[in-house]
């Protein structure tokens, strides 16, 4: 039985205090007012250092977060009110340091979900109330050693405060400051994020519900489908041969067809023994809006700045759904994302626009009347480069959502493949994992 101990715990601040020419509170924009109340998960593994002791390797780890806070203060901060950032004197991240009880090699031939979470410094998917939200840490480390001498290290960061992008470009920023750490000199850069997203989109006077039946644990059951290099070419030429447009639809384009059509297929398969329901559905894919801006935002601007593109399909009798058709809706939602889109959302009824561009959508979805499948890629996201002195991550990995129908795309450790953490409820899951036309293109990982 695996067994994961941590062996210490403390709150790690930042090298320098907060400067004086900032303010001690970070205040929360509109779009992180929009935000879900979770954690973003993630957890890199390393093999065994060959040089380093794995207490100067944790020492070093140490100090190199320390001094990346430094930069990103507001990740030091608690969350207050739902609405700013507080920073403190005595502030921090929360950084443990546990002992597993098996070898890397173990966990990555067979990943039970389960185990993953415990590689984690928290539960990411654990609503508070509204008392208990109050002086929640921005962000939580926890430096896993497994018996080999193999790192695993589980990062859990508030996605009130930073988006997949933020995360990334902290991530890049820390391993940054770790080569230097671990080598006395580097040639990084240093990443400097901009703090100002809160004048940019103000936030409003509005407190957001989470549905209280959104997290449905025991009941959503997560699964690992692997695409290799070979089989995304495969898919991506059915997609393009099954259409009369001449284009190419990407990597990300094709999973997600194919997925979303293997997934309406599962459940209307049970629904259809249940009750009369309608064969259509709707997928979001989440748009990253530092580039669709005027003037574009840099890619290190800190904070929430992503909004779902949103498509729905409604299945005709007469006409088979197809892949291309699902490409072509998806991308015509995307490009309903545009700087129009996000000037408005500036505006003075910024949060009615974020609004009202999802109430249909979320009414369906409400009622039940339609399956609403959420992806969101991180596939461009340079995780595999995360590198802080002893090498580059053998794998990287989020865990179980406990959320029905959600999707996060990721890359494999080569670059060239894609793997698809799907999250459906148990008896649709049952289905879609023995789909003959997803079964085409994708395998099922171990451990899932």
């Known amino acids: 039985m695996v067994k994961i101990d941590v062996v210490s715990k403390e709150i790690l601040k930042p ?31 390393y093999s065994p250092p060959q040089f380093d002791d794995i207490n100067d390797i944790v020492a070093k780890l140490k100090k190199s977060l320390s001094e990346t806070l430094a930069e990103f203060y507001p990740l030091a901060g608690r969350i207050q009110n739902d609405a700013y950032v507080e920073v403190l004197e005595d ?44 002086g929640v840490p921005v962000l939580a480390v926890q430096v896993n050693v497994f018996d080999c001498g193999g790192i695993g290290i589980g990062i859990c960061i508030s996605h009130k405060v930073v988006d997949g992008t933020t995360l990334s470009t902290f991530l890049t920023a820390w391993a940054a400051s770790g080569r230097t750490s671990c080598h006395g000199h580097g040639n990084d850069k240093t990443i400097t994020p901009s703090l100002d997203l809160a004048s940019i989109f103000p936030p409003k006077e509005i407190h957001v519900q989470t549905p209280c039946n959104l997290i449905k644990r025991g009941r959503v059951v997560t699964k690992r489908f692997l695409f290799s290099a070979s089989s995304l070419a495969r898919l991506k030429a059915e997609v393009k041969g099954s259409s009369t447009n001449d284009y190419n639809p990407t990597r990300v384009e094709a999973v997600t067809a194919l997925i979303s059509k293997t997934a309406l297929n599962s459940r209307n398969a049970r629904t259809s023994t249940e009750k009369c329901s309608r064969p259509s559905m709707v997928i979001s894919h989440v748009v990253n809006l530092r580039g669709r801006m005027d003037p574009p935002l840099p890619e290190t601007a800190l904070g929430n700045i992503w909004r779902s593109a949103v498509a729905t399909i409604v299945e005709e009798e007469s006409k088979k759904l197809e892949l291309h058709d699902l490409v072509a809706q998806l991308r015509k939602g995307i490009r309903k994302i545009d700087k129009d889109y996000v000037a408005k959302l500036q505006s003075e009824d910024g949060f009615l626009q974020a609004y009202e561009s999802l109430k249909d959508v979320s009414e369906m979805v409400t009622e039940g009347v339609v399956p609403f499948y959420r992806f969101s890629s991180w596939v461009r996201f340079p995780l595999y480069e995360t590198d802080f002195g002893w090498g580059k991550p053998i794998w990287a990995c989020v865990t179980n959502v406990p959320i029905k129908d959600v999707v996060i795309l990721m890359s494999n450790s080569s670059g060239d493949g894609i793997e698809a953490w799907i999250n459906l409820e148990e008896e649709d899951m049952a289905r879609f994992q023995c789909d003959r036309e997803l079964l085409q293109f994708a395998s099922q990982a171990p451990g899932s």
């Open 15 to 45: 090298s320098s205090s907060t400067p004086n020419h900032l303010t001690r509170s970070y205040n929360l924009s509109l779009l992180d007012q929009l935000a879900p109340p979770f954690y973003v998960p993630v957890v890199l593994f």
């Open 91 to 134: 502030d921090g991240v929360v950084f443990a340091e546990a002992r597993a009880n098996v070898k890397l090699l173990e966990i990555l031939e067979n990943p039970e979900m389960s185990m993953l979470q415990q590689l984690l410094p928290l539960d990411p998917y654990k609503l508070k109330t509204d008392r208990e939200s109050e």
